[in-house]
């Protein structure tokens, strides 16, 4: 089945680490994003990428890394520099052109401890 | 600047009953998308209904419509015949052509229906 796919589900994080939150996705989109939720709260733009090898900072980038290396998978890194890394992730992935939805994975949920 | 408005952070319904989720946008492209998502408590995104800029007529997915009025930069979402299901939080959503594709979320309503 198509779809898209994070893992883990859930991640623990101790202070000073950095950490790789996965995103895979056999749908043949172009377009991948990665967003954070925090409780009650809508979702914040951090990274986003049209076509491999080339993507746009978000709203809310800093402390936060990315690739994109191959067309199925934006891997998304948060670095120590991010200061408050709590929250809920989401990735989503779409084709080009502004008429088609997002589809979106399960989410991590990262707890720093 | 915010593009995407939810004025209404939570809002309690009958069972059976219609409600009106807001949502007012901003840009200045011609062509772009509204969307609206429902997350439930397990925190996956579910995707409802789409509007695009040219569509003249209004969108309808079975219980949801949107009323889309673009002179005012709106794109409510109405669900019809609440159900307890319905319990969620909605989020509206833009996609501008121009912007490199970019999808921008409001901050959301929560919906409680009630019995």
């Known amino acids: 089945d198509g779809g898209i796919t994070q893992s883990p589900k859930y991640l623990f994080r101790k202070e000073g680490q950095n950490v790789t939150l996965s995103c895979e996705q056999n749908?043949?989109?172009?377009?991948m994003y990665w967003y954070r939720q925090d409780p009650g709260q809508g979702l914040r733009l951090i990274y986003y990428?049209?076509?491999?090898?080339?993507?746009q900072k978000g709203d809310i980038a800093e402390g936060y890394s990315v690739s994109r290396e191959k067309k199925e998978s934006f891997p998304l890194t948060v670095t120590s520099a991010q200061k408050n890394p709590t929250a809920f992730y989401l990735c989503?992935?779409?084709?080009?052109?502004?008429?088609?939805?997002?589809?979106f994975g399960q989410g991590t949920r990262l707890t720093v401890v | 600047a915010q593009k995407i408005t939810q004025t209404q952070p939570g809002m309690f319904v009958q069972e059976k009953e219609a409600v009106t989720l807001d949502c007012t946008y901003d840009?200045?492209?011609?062509?772009?998308?509204l969307f609206w998502y429902k997350q439930p408590s397990s925190g996956e995104m579910i995707f409802l209904i789409y509007?695009?800029?040219?569509?003249?007529q209004n969108a309808t997915e079975g219980r949801y419509s949107l009323n889309f009025q673009k002179a005012r930069k709106s794109a409510n979402l109405v669900i019809s015949a609440s159900q307890l299901g319905d319990s969620a939080m909605y989020f509206c959503?833009?996609?501008?052509?121009?912007?490199?594709?970019?999808?921008?979320f409001g901050a959301g309503t929560q919906v409680v229906v009630t019995p």
């Open positions: 989503a992935s779409t084709w080009q052109g502004g008429n088609t939805e997002a589809f």
């Open positions: 749908l043949n989109h172009d377009a």
């Open positions: 990428s049209q076509i491999v090898n080339d993507f």
């Open positions: 840009t200045s492209d011609q062509s772009y998308g």
């Open positions: 509007q695009g800029s040219y569509d003249e």
């Open positions: 959503a833009m996609r501008e052509t121009d912007s490199w594709g970019k999808f921008q």
